[in-house]
């Protein structure tokens, strides 16, 4: 049988990479994640999944395990909203 799913909501933390803010994206990771800066790659963040590039103007999100993942700018507009 098919059913509809709704996703629930879910508070994440995180950061927009600007290609110039690396002190700041490694100080958000802090030691829970392997996240390196390569010239020509931009953003490589190691995952359990392999690694995971960041292009500039993607968001960095540190999920609700702690993991971090890149998110594209549009899909984060459309996934998250400020909380005030």
Known sequence: MIQTYVKRPVAVQAIEWTGENI?????????????????????????LEGQLHASIGDFIIKGVQGEFHPCKPDIFALTYEVQE
Do not use: D, K, P, R
Request: glycine share 12%.
């Open 23 to 47: 002190n700041e994206i490694m100080q958000f990771a802090g030691s829970t994640a392997v996240i390196s800066c390569h010239q020509g790659y931009g953003l490589i963040i190691h995952t």
